[in-house]
Each structure stands twice: as C-alpha cells, then as structure tokens.
C-alpha cells in the first residue's frame, strides 16, 4: 500500500480567526512578526491533527513583498521568527517523525503569473530563502506556482541545497489541464521533473478543479513529456504526487497589494467532504496530501482518521 505524507492545513486564513489584528498586505509576515505564539500553536494544532509535514509560515516574507511595504531589512528576523515558532510546535507536540517544510512562495503576488520576475531575478531571490532556511528544513517545498518560469526558478534554487523538492502549483479553476498562467500541466510536470523535483503537487485550487486535472498529473508524473508535447523518458528517480486544495469560493477578487480578508470561505467544505475528495485523490495515486487556505486542523483531523481507517497510516 502507498506510503502517504500528511501535510498541515492552512495558515494564513487560520490565523485570521485566532488573531485580533486586521489584516495587512504582509499577513503572514505581519503575524509572524506580532504575535509569534499563534503561530507556534497552530503548528502544533495541525501536528496533534496527524500532520508530519507542517511548513514554515514566511510566505510572504520574500524580499519583493518587504520591499514593497518598505521594510526590507525585516527578511532575515521574520525567517528566524518562523522557524523559532516551527521548531518550538515540534519540541511541544512530541510526536515522533515530524519534518518541516522550507516555503519557497510566489515572489510577488499569488495567481498573478503576469507580475512574475525574470528568472535571473527570481533565481537570485530564491537561492536567498533558500539560503535562509536551509539550516531548519528537512525538504523544501514550491508553493501556489502559477507560472512554468517561476516554478523553475524555485525548484532549481531548491535542487542546488541537495534537499528533496516538493513543487505545488495551482492551476485554473475553470480551465481544467492548464495552470493559472494558462501554459499546460503536462509541460509543466516535464519540466520540473527534468530540474529534478521529488514531487508535484496540486494546490490551493478548488477540489474540483484539483480532481478534474488529476488524470494529466497522474499521467505526466508516470509517462514524463517533453516540451512539445511528446513521450520522453522517464525520471532517474520516482515522481511522488499529491495535492492539497483551498477552501475559497473564489480568488478572483485577490489582486497584488489586497489584504486576504477579501477571499470568502465555502460552506460546502466541511472537513468531512474534505476529506472525502482527499481520499479520491489517495485512491487514484497520491502520496502527499494535506490543505491549504480555508483547511484547517479539524480538517487534517477527519483526514488522518481517514487515512488510518483505510490503512494508509498507522
């Protein structure tokens, strides 16, 4: 039977409702920076939940998003403040086997591809968090790449640590097989396969949209395609997959410079559901799953329980 690896659910929408300040462009980073505890004790949250991945949460911690708000100079104390509040959940929890996960996010915007650097750009960014993290991380992982370019960027930054590299991408939610920069899956799976990912993962896209691309991904990571468009030879190395969906209504309304307060939370996705469109992906080829915005611990919770009734984990 597949061995899966349970991630940690959402941070950024979770720490909204724990906190009382309002909501700042720099959210991640703005919490990260006040009210370091939460995030320390939402990390061990979602570890009592069954999850063994949890991520550190810097993900809008990169230089472009500090420079834009004109506080460059606090990228090194917020990465250090995320890893404190990482390692201290692990110390706290006391559960056997729990890695975390360097986040590598989008440099500027989320779903936005069009405001994405040059890759000499992006690399030189990329290699710096890298460089910040290295020390804490067990594997690091790509988040929300909406673009095959920036992607790449990410990835090659994390493959040249010699660490494991998870690369997620989002992709559309109503044009299925294409991500959000409308360049297709498959390619992308090629690409990032030839850069030497560990895994591709789907995230913070609806459920549905997940599912429904589910067959491309399942059959890129298996058959590995090359630019344009034909068979190619497989990986040295075997193609983890998974996903980890969103729990938004919709993210048309998130633009760069938008507080995330503007993003609305289905009432569809209860963590029941949730768990049962997780499962489907299990069932059809997953090793990696877990949730993104709107997933919470009791999500992860009904997930684990889930994966163990099944005999996924133990």
């Known amino acids: 039977m597949t061995k899966i690896t349970l991630l940690d659910g959402g941070m950024g929408q979770e720490l909204l409702r724990r906190s009382s ?29 069954g999850a063994r991945v949890i991520t550190l949460n810097n993900y809008t ?3 472009e998003r500090l420079t834009r708000e004109n506080v460059p100079e ?41 405001v994405i650097l040059t890759y000499p750009e992006a690399l030189a960014s990329y290699r710096r968090l890298v460089q910040l993290q290295y020390n804490a991380c067990d594997v690091f992982l790509c988040e929300t790449m909406a673009s095959i370019a920036e992607a790449s960027a990410a990835c090659t930054a994390g493959v040249e640590s010699g660490k494991p590299v998870w690369v997620a991408l989002t992709v559309s939610d109503s044009h ?5 920069s409308g360049e297709s899956l498959t390619k992308a799976v090629a690409v990032l396969s030839s850069l030497g990912a560990h895994a591709i993962l789907l995230n913070c896209s609806q459920p549905e949209a997940i599912s429904a691309c589910w067959p491309d991904l399942s059959w890129a990571a298996k058959t590995t395609v090359n630019a344009s468009g034909q068979k190619a030879s497989l990986p040295s190395h075997t193609l983890e997959i998974g996903a980890y969906a969103n729990g938004f209504v ?3 309304s998130l633009h760069p410079g938008v507080t995330v307060d503007v993003l609305e939370a289905r009432m569809d996705l209860n963590p029941q559901e949730y768990a049962e469109v997780a499962m ?28 163990c009734e099944k005999g996924y984990l133990v």
């Open 21 to 49: 300040r309002l909501a700042t462009r720099l959210w991640s980073a703005d919490i990260m920076h006040n009210e370091p505890s939460l995030v320390r004790d939402l990390h061990r949250d979602f570890i009592l939940a």
């Open 74 to 114: 606090q990228l090194e104390s917020l990465h250090s403040a995320a890893i404190r509040a990482a390692t201290q959940a692990v110390e706290i929890a006391q559960c056997d086997g729990v890695k975390i996960a360097g986040c590598l996010p989008p440099l500027v915007a989320s779903y936005q591809p069009e």
């Open 250 to 252: 919709s993210i048309d």
């Open 280 to 307: 489907q992906w299990v069932t059809n080829g997953a090793s990696i799953i877990g949730g993104c915005c709107e997933i919470g611990p009791a999500h992860i919770q009904v997930l684990h329980d889930s994966l």
């Open 176 to 180: 299925f097989g294409l991500l959000r």
């Open 61 to 63: 911690a990169t230089p």
